[in-house]
């Protein structure tokens, strides 16, 4: 119990002292475009009703959780089938240094082209930014299995599905892990981009409304609010990431113990 109020103070602590620092550092301003922080709170419950947040921030949730979703399925999917064979790799590591340079905000409007103005252009656009992350750690992680414990498995007969399961999966899974958490803050900046073309909804489109109305306060409720889902989605993940890993987190532990110990 100590413990656990000892992290949460530490990780309280830092948010707490920026907000601090904003608080003072802006309560003098008379600035239009940086309002004092008491300002911006104080327009908070009036801005973000239960009927706006249902109107941009549910839709804007949505579409990430569909291109989130579409792009780990591809991206871990692609990259064990290419990381597990050498001449898929050699075949298409060029196209993919290629691919994944290309800014995904670049190609939105081509996106607009093919799939128009609607939700499915965001989800694209959100999936076409989250895979690469996703795709290139799952490549890494496969590729570092254990030879040994490959050739084990190959020796008592352990293929297909089962060696996948048993053996590639967990042993990549920590560096898939990895890729996951990098696209998670990918798609969620990829979300707003895409939320700012052509949109009728979403907090994108709320921020740029509040932008080119002059409502500055408001505009800076909802950076706020992207900086709080930002950090609720972080926490969401890594409690998913704790209990998916619990048996590679409790196994780092042990070696720590037994270091420590022999030390």
Known sequence: MIRTLRTALFALALPCLLVGIWWLASDSSTSVYAPPLRTILSRFDNVW???RLSADVVPSLLRLAAGYGAAAVAGIALGVGIGTSRTARALCEPALEF????PPPVLVPVIMLFAGIGSTMKIVVIASGCVWPVLLNTVAGVRAVDPVATETARSYGITGAARFRYLVLPSASPQIFAGLRQALSIGVILMVISEM???SNGLGYAVVQFQRSFAIPEMWTGILVLGLLGVVLALLFGLVERRALAWYHGSRGAR????????
């Open 99 to 102: 691919l994944r340079a290309v």
């Open 256 to 263: 720590r113990k037994a270091g420590g110990g022999g030390a």
């Open 49 to 51: 009703t239960a009927d």
């Open 197 to 199: 073309f052509a949109a």
